[in-house]
RNA sequence: GCGCCCAUAGCUCAGCUGGAUAGAGCGACGGUUUGCGGAACCGUAGGUCAGAGGUUCGAGUCCUCUUGGGCGCACCA
């Protein structure tokens, strides 16, 4: 929509420009955007601002010599005026929008869909916790995120897929099925002092459980090293699937689990390492194998393999990045707890050591959630193992509320998550006042249909009679969300959306309170249901960008 | 000590590549319905955008410093 503003002012710049009256040699930057003060058009530029200078005009001189080549009345543009220091807005007819808003109608469910991405092949990893415990509430706002960033990609035409990372080898599995085992010998009555640096939460105690009702004391009076192996695997297995189906109750799924481990299989870590050696990026020190990442604008250089031959956690990461970029994705996005931003500039080297192009790889922090009951701060503990998981947040809130919550704030801020409030079915939960905008116009067609009206289709719709204000400044509203589609998602922000669907049903709210839709004057309601349907429509796209339902009556 | 993130109304936060008078929600106060869902609507009060410099025609937005908070600085993952 603003896109044909600013082709208009593309082409009077050009105009005036052989016209002798500008002479700017690359064109500038051209700001459209939707005034906020009443009074100033539809639409406002600020080129006249912004050429100002290089031309040596005043601000206003430049808009007067623009204003001359635009139209200054057409089928789409009522009026152009030049205001205040040298903007230049641009009232639109009635037309201009009532067309638009005939093509959310043929659009449908794909209103909102932009092609800004071009089919740009994405890899987009999130989540990846270690399958030492289940998801808390953190991981929550990562899968969230994640997952509604990945819809959000789509809609902005880029051609996305989604991995999880499953970090199934090294320490920390052999910690959890250490823990497991003395869960398991807990069980049979031995008395265990369980140390503090293994898992010492509740659900160990399940997984030792499992065990026992599978294989009873098979593994009794063992040593460790012998029974290591079934515990750790079993473990680790029995708490991915955990989160698998707290995932999938989320509503978040992956195009594919990636298991670290399989890059071992195929020894593409080892191979990685010769790699980088060969490149000289690689030396010995300390019966260790560092690289020189310090080269690479990291603070230090970092061990790839241990003094005692076994490889480091990064040294498998740089594997795995690797593949993923071999695997021909243009753009690799990482999903991170803000807790690894000091990870970022290591991988960043590696990457760079072996030759790739700096904005391949990109980095999303998202940072902590504190969990709120009211005014209380409910105290999460991950070294005791109480802490909240995510599945007890979404039972306790659902799951509408639960993603709402973690989309609408801007992921690189700390985000309060009040319980207390997401599980309110009142007016202050944001969640709801949306999703009743939803339900209220479909009950609005209920009603509709009982005296026998249908909602018309964009070509036998009269849309003549709809003259107030409220209602054209409800389309300009609804026919912004291909921009804010676009925008949020070449900026990877997601809160965007939930913004503009409160800003949206905000106006809807209004609009019902004042207009009535059904009335005697069929030909008017006709077109005001036209109208809400539309409305629908987008906040059912927006909704679905989410994650979140748009249910019908609540 | 070094590095990253944050600081906007009483609270929780928006503010898109610098643009017109800094916006919502909650909370507070007051009002609206014998009609389409009152889970709603309308109004009032509330701000030195942490502080100080700087760049600019123009700064909440960019730069520097200071203060205050979060996080990170492993041969852990």
Known sequence: MKLYVKQMIVKALEQARSGGELKFESEPDIVVEKPKGTGQGDFSTTVALTLAKSEKKSPRSVAESILKYLPSS??????????????????????????????????GCEFGSVNAGKNEKILLEFVSANPTGPLHIGHGRGAAVGHSLSLLLKRAGFDVETEYYVNDVG??????????????????????????????????????????????????????????????????????????????????????????????????????????????HVYEKDGAVWLKSSDFNDEKDRVLVKQSGEKTYFCSDIAYHKNKIDRGFSKIIDLWGADHHGYVPRVQAVLEAMGYSKDVFRVLL?????????????????RSGEFITLSEVIEEVGVDAARYFFLMRSSDTHLDFDLELAKEEAPENPVFYIQYAHARICSIFRNASDSGMVVPGPEEVDLSVLSEADAFSLIHKMLILPEVVEKSALAFEVHRVPHFLHDLVSEFHSYYA????????????????FLLDCVRTTIANGLSIMGVSAPDKM
């Not at 473990?235 to 989160?243: Q, T, V």
């Open 171 to 280: 320490n920390q599995m052999n910690n959890l099925g250490r823990s497991a085992w003395l869960r398991y010998r807990e069980l049979f009555g031995e008395k265990i002092n369980f140390p503090d640096d293994l898992y010492r939460g509740e659900y160990v105690k399940g997984t030792a459980q499992e065990i026992i009702d599978l294989k009873g004391k098979e593994f009794l009076g063992k040593s460790e090293e012998e029974v290591l192996p079934f515990f750790r695997e079993f473990a680790g297995d029995s708490i991915l699937n955990g989160i698998r189906e707290d995932l999938a109750v989320f509503g978040v799924k992956f195009d594919r689990w990636f298991k670290e481990g399989s890059l071992y299989e195929d020894d593409l870590v080892g191979k990685s390492v010769d790699w980088l050696r060969e490149k000289g």
């Open 366 to 382: 998202v940072q902590f959630v504190a969990l709120k009951r009211g005014k209380e701060k409910v105290s999460m503990s991950t």
């Open 74 to 107: 057409s089928a789409d543009i009522e009026s152009v005026e030049i205001a205040g220091p040298g903007f230049i807005n641009f009232k639109m007819t009635p037309e201009f929008f009532l067309e638009r808003l005939k093509g959310v109608a043929r659009q």
């Open 514 to 529: 004042k207009h009535r839709v059904l009335s005697e004057d069929r030909p008017l309601s006709l077109a005001r249901l």
